[in-house]
């Protein structure tokens, strides 16, 4: 066996310049899992982390194919006495567009005041790689007393489909004491957080047809119904000037927070003017009696994110279009259903749509709501990680995204996951030019080392 030569954070400075090089490598292959025209470089991106994997000191590394995206697993045992730790993340990207608001081509890693700008720097090919990189630290100063696991899928930006089917037949392989992910943020810098909350998901899109062709609007208009103004119509119909949903039964489920726990979740430090200057907004908007923290972690939304039909090019022209159509997406919240949510939106939807027009559903991805233990060992493993790393206790706060696999790992693995993540709101995570700090980069490879050490004394452990 080597002999340690090095401290981990000696070990880390050495490497730093790798520790980077090799995240490029990857930032580079535009994975992006939402248009199977890339569906090359998914696959691409793939082996080239195996090989990274493999690299640094990862073994048994195996690339299963699926119906979907590839999906890696590898493993460092270091004994049956040992707790396991799986970790998961993700090497998918969203879309880069729109290209023209990027300052630097999107897939060609830069560093400017730094911090590493590229489609997926923060989410979550930088956040995933630190964990790769913090095992090869530990394994090249012989302190690693945790087993480690990784999952590494494709489709999270997709709904993880072939990851749920792939949870049922590894169920075996996949059991461990923890399940550790790096894909959410900290409050900010200086006020590390670990996330306890994530909201769930449902998306859909609906078609509304009126007339077999595009008409003239002078011929025609006034006498045919115009589909995107009666898509228009309802779309308005879903909230009321309250800024509540108005779909029957849609908040039936929803968890009110006692006034002990919403005090709790205000304690966390939060500035209105300087999100308001952030966002360049005069005013932010939402549910009323709740406040913007609350907005985006414990109540449910509707928002349209994207809405087309008819003539969008340069110009004028007079058209009475076939069709119209929005993508729609609701956050959910516990114990709200992504099955129940959809139904309940499409019979208000058709009950509320006049008879001039047909609708079309399409659903696509969705995902469950979680609230994660903040009494776990793991949990406790990591508070006292950022202490040391930090010198501050971390906060526990709900965050809005949504990972869809989380509450999948709680119920079909039965297995409490950890949300440690190292973003930052102003990493504009799906936004153009968005960025990952080398501070975080480092940062965190630091904090999920000491989590390691910290959880390697705990007493209950799986067997192997
Ligand atoms: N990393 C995000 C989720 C996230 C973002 C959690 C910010 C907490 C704070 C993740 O990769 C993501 O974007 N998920 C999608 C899921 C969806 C497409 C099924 C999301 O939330 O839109
Ligand atoms: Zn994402």
Redo the contacts with the bound molecule.
């Keep these: 066996m080597e002999i340690q030569k090095y401290t981990q954070n000696e070990y880390i400075e050495k490497n730093k310049e790798r520790f980077l090089e090799e995240l490029f490598s990857i930032l580079k292959i535009p994975s992006i899992s939402t248009d199977s025209r890339y569906k090359k470089d998914v696959v691409k991106c793939a082996s080239e982390l195996a090989n990274l994997l493999e690299k640094s000191g990862i073994e048994k590394v195996t690339i299963h194919t699926t119906k979907g995206n590839p999906i890696i697993t590898g493993e460092k045992i270091m004994g049956t006495n040992c707790p396991t730790v799986l970790v998961y993340g ?1 090497y998918d990207v969203q879309p880069p567009d729109p290209l023209d608001l990027w300052n630097n081509p999107p897939f060609e890693p830069t560093i400017t005041d730094e911090k590493i700008y590229c489609r997926g720097a923060c ?2 090919k930088g956040q995933m790689y630190m964990h790769i990189k913090a095992v090869e630290t530990l394994v090249n100063t012989n302190i690693c007393k945790c087993n480690v696991k990784f999952l590494l899928e494709g489709e ?4 993880s489909k072939s990851l749920e089917d792939f949870l049922e037949t590894h169920k075996k392989y996949l059991q461990a004491d923890a399940i550790i992910i790096s ?3 900290l409050i900010n810098k200086e006020t590390p957080s670990i ?1 306890v909350g ?1 909201r769930g ?1 449902c998306y859909m899109e609906i078609e509304v047809t009126g007339p077999n062709k595009d008409l003239h609007s002078g011929v025609y208009g006034g006498a045919v119904e115009n589909p995107i103004n009666v898509l228009c119509s309802l779309m308005h119909k879903i909230k009321n000037e309250k800024g509540e949903i108005t779909v029957p039964h849609f908040y039936d489920t929803v968890d009110s927070l006692s006034s002990e726990e919403r005090k709790k979740l205000n304690e966390q430090p939060f500035d209105l003017d300087t999100y308001k200057r952030s966002l360049s907004l005069e005013e932010v908007f939402g549910e009323e009696g709740f406040n913007t923290i609350e907005r985006t972690s414990i109540r449910p939304t509707f928002d349209i994110n994207g809405i087309f039909g008819g003539y969008t090019g340069e110009g004028a022209k007079t058209v009475l279009p076939s069709k119209a159509t929005a993508k729609i997406s609701m956050r959910l919240v516990p114990h709200q259903n992504p099955e129940e949510i959809e139904k309940l939106v499409k019979n208000y939807i058709e009950k509320i749509c006049p008879k001039t027009v047909k609708l079309k559903f399409t659903t696509h ?1 969705g ?1 469950n709501p979680v609230v994660t233990s903040t009494n776990s060992d793991a949990y406790h493993a990591a508070s006292k990680a950022f202490l040391e790393a930090w010198g501050k206790e971390p906060i526990p706060a709900r ?6 696999i989380v509450s999948l790992f709680q119920k079909k693995l039965q297995t409490e996951p950890l949300l440690m ?1 190292f973003g930052l709101n102003e990493d504009a ?2 936004s153009p030019n968005e960025s990952y700090g080398l501070f975080n980069y480092f940062k965190g490879i630091e904090t999920i080392i000491l989590f390691y050490k910290y959880y390697s004394t705990i007493k209950r452990v799986h067997k192997l």
């Design positions: 993700h989410d979550d999270e930006e997709i709904g894909d959410t943020a996330t994530l998901l991805h995902g965050e809005g995204g949504s990972i869809p993540g995570i799906h």
